[in-house]
């Protein structure tokens, strides 16, 4: 996944998202810089700065959909965010700063998910082990008194006749028979409800290390719990993986792969411009938010509780409409930092035709899918789609064009019946251009419905 070559990456790209050739190039370039970076001696490495991106397009034209699936190619930290929800009211203390916090938890997250997945094996087989001592365990082996000939002997027998019954119980957990059983565990009481209540109220800067700090203030409790063993297991295997994993690794392996390779999506970034024109004098909160994520994508360095992270090299992909406002409007020092601009075109009958067919995750393919689990055959005629894309093209012109959006509304309205009636319903099912006419022609014919309806 690494090795892609832009040319590569943009065909991987071309299996998801139809047209929109010059973004998929600008993101792919992008991507291939920074496996070129890292291969630069340190010295000139620290001094290549990504090239971030501005995508401009109309909405539902791909855009989030370019970042998304790249990010996914690339195997790389990803987050995506409205540039909005900084202008937002009650925006104090939630800082910009968050997106990087938000996205070290994430990364840190999947790297330890990673983790854990490589040593389920060992801690499955530790969980059962302790399983076992709890079923049937072995007897402590005494002190010899004397030298009680007699007496040994018999606890060696002892002993083997415990381990028979319990390779027979082994086989019997291991099969699953005993799931339900309930047994009694000593688990250790971390979680605080307290934390949560912290965390939701938007106070990043302050969770920021103190549930850290109080759990280690905090005595860890011990409670014995009955439990059956189903969950026994789950919970015996997630203190066993804590063990077997070395925190201290999987923190600084996500930490320097949001640093080198991390993406942020900067959604809705026109929305925190405002145009030249405008009488007044310059929008105060936008251009605050502006000069708030200045230092963040020039390169800064933010505490999060992971451990400081530096977004010198992390990669923004920004994307807005740009109707009102212009990049060029945007303030100066962040116009430098977004020197990649590509344009995305509007999406005409054409294009719609292709999304509903050709991309790997095609909206017909999944409607096909879904109802062929049912056992029904739902067979889409080359008039209907035609159809279907000809309604999308007309509704999204008559009332409000957004894009491929357009595509789920009407879709869903094409197979309301059959999927109502299915089951009973089995066998092949035709849907023809009548049939799509037949489902959507009163609301089409009737703007107002249409605006509320599709
Ligand atoms: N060019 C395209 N090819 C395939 N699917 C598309 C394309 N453009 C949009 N879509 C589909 O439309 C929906 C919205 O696209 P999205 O990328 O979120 O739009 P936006 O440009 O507003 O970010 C997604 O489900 C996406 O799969
Ligand atoms: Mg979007």
């Known amino acids: 996944m690494q090795d892609l070559t832009p040319m590569e990456i943009v065909k991987e790209l071309d299996r998801y998202i139809i047209g929109q050739d010059k973004a998929k190039k600008a993101v792919a370039i992008a991507l291939r810089n920074r496996i070129r970076r890292q291969r630069l001696a340190e010295e000139l490495r620290e001094e290549v700065s990504p090239k971030n991106i501005i995508m401009i397009g109309p909405t539902g034209v791909g855009k989030t959909e370019i970042a998304r699936r790249l990010s996914n190619l690339a195997n790389v930290p990803f987050l995506k965010i409205e540039a909005t929800k900084f202008t937002e009211v009650g925006y104090v ?67 083997e006749k415990i381990q028979n019954s319990r390779e027979k119980l082994r086989k019997k957990l291991k099969q699953g028979q005993l799931e339900n059983r309930m047994i009694e565990i000593d688990t250790k009481d971390a979680s605080m409800p307290m934390f949560e209540i912290f965390a939701g109220s938007g106070m990043e800067g302050l969770d920021m290390g103190l549930s850290d700090a109080l759990s280690t203030m905090l005595p860890q409790k011990v409670k014995k719990r009955k439990v059956s063993i189903v969950e026994a297991r789950r919970i015996l295997i ?29 959604d809705e970034l026109d929305k925190v411009v405002s145009t030249g024109s405008r ?52 303030i100066s020092e962040l116009q430098g930092r977004f020197p990649v601009r590509v344009e995305l075109s509007s999406l005409v009958r054409e294009d719609f035709i292709q999304i509903l067919t050709e991309p790997r995750n095609a909206i017909i393919k999944q409607y096909v899918a879904l109802l062929g689990t049912e056992g029904v055959d739902l067979q889409f005629q080359e008039d209907a789609i035609y159809e279907i894309a000809s309604l999308a093209s007309i509704v999204n012109e008559n009332t409000e064009d957004i894009g491929a959006r357009r595509l789920h509304t009407i879709m869903e309205k094409v197979v309301e019946n059959i999927s109502f009636e299915t089951p009973p319903r089995t066998g092949t099912v035709i849907i023809d251009a009548e049939y799509v006419r037949s489902m959507l022609n009163e609301i089409i014919k009737d703007k107002d419905l249409s605006r509320y309806i599709l």
Do not use: C, W
């Open 93 to 159: 203390g939630r800082d910009v700063e968050s997106m990087v916090r938000d996205l070290a938890a994430m990364t840190v997250n999947l790297v330890k998910q990673d983790a854990m997945k490589k040593i389920e094996k060992e801690a499955m087989d530790m969980a059962e082990e302790k399983i076992m001592d709890i079923l049937l365990p072995l007897p402590k082996t005494k002190k010899k008194k004397k030298s009680d000939e007699e007496g040994e002997d018999n606890a060696a027998q002892e002993m």
């Open 238 to 266: 997630n203190e066993e993986s804590q063990k077997l994993i070395d925190m201290e690794d999987i923190l600084k392996d996500a930490i320097s792969r949001i640093e080198n390779q991390g993406i942020i999506f900067l």
């Open 279 to 330: 009488t007044g004098g310059p929008d105060v909160s936008r251009e605050g938010v502006q000069r708030d994520l200045l230092p963040i994508v020039e390169g800064t360095t933010v505490t999060t509780r992971y451990g400081p992270v530096r977004t010198n090299h992390i990669l923004f992909i920004a994307a807005g409409t740009f109707h009102d406002a212009k990049p060029a409007d945007m």
